[in-house]
Structures are given as C-alpha cells and as structure tokens.
DNA sequence: GCGCCGTGTTTACGATGTAAACTAGAGCCG
DNA sequence: CGGCTCTAGTTTACATCGTAAACACGGCGC
C-alpha cells in the first residue's frame, strides 16, 4: 500500500523502536507490550522490528539503555561523597517513579548489560574517589541500588492503599486481621519520608564504617 | 483410560497444585512454568487445575504463601531487636537463595496477599516491641525487605561472574570498559560477606536514629 | 536498464492462558 | 437397586504471543 512510506518516510531504527517502546510502556504497562502492539505503534507490522533487533528481550536492553541515560551520574569532584551519594539516589528513584511499568525491568540487572556496566562504573568511581576500597565500594553500590529499586517497588505495590487521600479508606470486612493492623499507617505513610528515612539510615551506616 | 486414579488415586488440591507448582518452578523456572507442565507434573490434564484456581496468578500466589510459611519469624520476647532482626533477615535471605527462581516473585509482593500482610505484621510487632513507633517500624520494615530482596537479586544476577571459581576469568576482548574495571570485585566479592555488610550498614544506621 | 540488497510484509508454527462444552464416576434419594 | 445430581477432570476452541521462513518491493551501483 502506501508507497512512499516504506523507508523514506520515517526509516525504523534502533532508537526509535526502543522509544516506542518505552512510550508503550508508560502508556499500557509490560504485561501488553508485544511486538505486535510495538509495531502498529510504529505504523509497521511487528516482524520488521526483526530486522532491528535480534529478539524482544534485545528491545527490553534498548528500552533499560535509554532509561539508563537518564540518569546522570557526575564524575568524581570535591563534593563531599554523602551528597552526591543522596542525589544519586534521589534521581534514580525518582527515574524509576516517573517509569513505573518499568522497574521489573530494572530490578534485576545482569552487569553484562553495558547500560548497566556503565551506570555502575560510574558510581563506583564517586565511591572510590571518596576513598572506600574497592572490595567497599562495590557492596555499596549493591546497597543502595538494591534499596532503591525495593523502595520503589513498594511505593508502587502499596500504592491502592494510599490512592484515598482525602477519602477514608475502607477495606473489606473479611480483609486479613494483620493487614487491618497494617493499614492506617500505610495509608498515612509519606513515600518521600520514607525514602529519606531509609537514605539516612544508609548514609549513616556508611559514615561509621569500621 | 486408567478409571481408578481419576478421583481417588491422587486428589487434587490447592496445596498439591501449589507445591508441584514451587517444584516445578524450582527445578525449571519460572518462565516455563505453565498450567500445562503444572497439569502434567500432576498427572493432570491442565485445565484441570482451573477447578482449584481461579488462574495462573493466583496459583503463584499460592506458591507464594508456601515460600512465606517457610519463613517462621518469632513472636517479641527479651532478645535485643538488632539480633532478632538480623536473623530475621538473614532467614528471608537464605529462603530466596534456596528458591532462586521464585525471586521475581517475592520481589513486589502486594500488601493485599493475606501471605505478605502476614509477614509484614509479624516483623511490625516484633520492631512495635522493641519500640519503634509505628510510622519508623513501617519504613524499616520496608527498608530491610527491599536490602534482602535487592542483594538476592544481584547476587543471582551477578553469579556468572563469579562462577570461575578456580580457573581464570575472562571476559570478552570487546567488553565494555566499565565492565573490565568492575569485573575483578566481582569475581572475588564474597556474597555472604557483602550481605553482612550492608546489614550490618543498615543495623547500625538504625541505632542512631533520631 | 538491471540486478542486488536492505527493509518491510505475509504466512506459518508451536506455545500460552483460559472459556465453554463435555464426560465419567461417586454419592444420595426414592 | 435405579436414576439424578454434583464434582472433578477432559476435550475442544480461541485469541495472542514470540519468532522462523519465504516473499515483495523500492533505491542504489553497475
């Protein structure tokens, strides 16, 4: 059919296709992103992202890169480390708030992925230009990007039992006798505080390192 | 065909379903898991599983409260809180390592899983007795769970690395260059040691708190 | 002008989750 | 004891998925 748009128009590439996705997934979530959806959303008809990438899991990467680059991870200054420690944490938090369908995504990270590598690099020089050793470093960083992505996760688990805001919030009356205990103070719970509550817990473990 | 077994034999359960279920995930992951292999480990055609189960979901649900009954947290007594909870944590650990494959599973568990809501009292009363407020209780709870569930992941995740154990090991001459500078930690890091570490980051950050 | 190559299309296959119709055995009631 | 019903499992069917393979077509080099 339409003759003229078969390359010249809009040519598929590596990026495009992964932004796509990306704009898919904010939209619709993960459990309906399918190469299929991915190519209509593209005016394209689903194998041609084969020509673009090897598979779907290939996409994903694309998807966790462009994600990735969103956040900035300065190069070593002479900021004191527990700032930028913070800031990072705050930005990669907030990153994966504002993608929400895509943190499964980012939850388990092969370091093989160079995205990854490169994002980790990047924090473990900050840690190692603050003088922790290496050995140090490393298990701080699996620290900390652990406790964000959990954070996150349970910002976004819980996130039903905080959407009545001004409302009150009832629950079923055959609900779980533990989950009534649990549930005022959820739906009270501030995300931000908590987060911080957490980042200083952290930070200050960190400062009275043996 | 065989006319004994079709009731009497074997009866199907929620609980049966659920272990073959943990079984299979176990043995094979959790990406072939399917109702159909779940019926066939079963003896069973498949379909059959829907008279137990409403769905798929909810039969990971079930394997889920297994895997959460596996994890036997004790009722407030005298012990100081830091042991309690780092044994606490260290349990949650070695069941997620025992069970790898069920990690994305117990990675975003709803407050709604009657399972979950369970749990997550259970480690509330035991922080309530030691006393944490309850707002502090709450977002220590969800800081422990996400350091857990984090290093877990990245310990799986990471577990190519560090399978050389003996031999040397190489990475490909085109790695990435964040990867190469990483890579040498990785292979000697020390998971058990990194667990305490952040643990013991976390314990501590909770001591001072304000 | 013509063939090739790169890009997108079509068709096809096996697997998945699950709805709906079907079936066979057990237990109850007369 | 004969038949009805209820329950647990089977069969068939459908839409959707990821992806392999064959095909078609338009722009570029000869």
Request: proline share 8%; charged share 20%.
């Given at each position: 059919m339409r003759s003229l748009s078969i390359t010249s128009r809009h040519p598929l590439t590596q990026l495009r296709i992964a932004e796509a996705a990306l704009a898919l997934l904010d939209r619709d979530g993960l459990e309906t992103l399918s190469m299929r959806h991915l190519g209509a959303e593209l005016g394209v008809e689903g194998m041609a992202i084969y020509r673009h990438f090897p598979n779907k899991a290939a996409v994903l990467a694309g998807v966790v890169e462009i994600l990735l680059a969103e956040l900035v991870i300065p190069p070593p200054s002479g900021v004191p480390w527990q700032m930028v420690f913070r800031e990072v944490a705050r930005a990669y938090r907030a990153l994966l708030l504002r993608h929400p369908h895509a943190i499964p995504l980012l939850a388990?990270?092969?370091?093989?992925d160079p995205a990854t590598a490169r994002a980790a690099g990047a924090v473990m020089a900050q840690l190692r230009a603050a003088g922790f050793d290496a050995p140090s470093a490393l298990k701080t960083l699996a620290t900390i990007t652990s406790y964000v992505v959990g954070v996150a996760q349970w910002e976004v688990g819980t996130a039903p039992f905080r959407a009545e805001r001004d409302g009150t919030f009832v629950l079923p009356p055959d609900a779980d006798p533990y989950l009534v205990e649990l549930a005022p103070q959820l739906a009270e719970a501030d995300c931000d505080e908590t987060f911080e509550f957490g980042l200083d817990v952290i930070v200050r473990g960190l400062e009275t390192r043996s």
């Amino acid at each position: 059919m339409r003759s003229l748009s078969i390359t010249s128009r809009h040519p598929l590439t590596q990026l495009r296709i992964a932004e796509a996705a990306l704009a898919l997934l904010d939209r619709d979530g993960l459990e309906t992103l399918s190469m299929r959806h991915l190519g209509a959303e593209l005016g394209v008809e689903g194998m041609a992202i084969y020509r673009h990438f090897p598979n779907k899991a290939a996409v994903l990467a694309g998807v966790v890169e462009i994600l990735l680059a969103e956040l900035v991870i300065p190069p070593p200054s002479g900021v004191p480390w527990q700032m930028v420690f913070r800031e990072v944490a705050r930005a990669y938090r907030a990153l994966l708030l504002r993608h929400p369908h895509a943190i499964p995504l980012l939850a388990a990270l092969p370091l093989s992925d160079p995205a990854t590598a490169r994002a980790a690099g990047a924090v473990m020089a900050q840690l190692r230009a603050a003088g922790f050793d290496a050995p140090s470093a490393l298990k701080t960083l699996a620290t900390i990007t652990s406790y964000v992505v959990g954070v996150a996760q349970w910002e976004v688990g819980t996130a039903p039992f905080r959407a009545e805001r001004d409302g009150t919030f009832v629950l079923p009356p055959d609900a779980d006798p533990y989950l009534v205990e649990l549930a005022p103070q959820l739906a009270e719970a501030d995300c931000d505080e908590t987060f911080e509550f957490g980042l200083d817990v952290i930070v200050r473990g960190l400062e009275t390192r043996s």
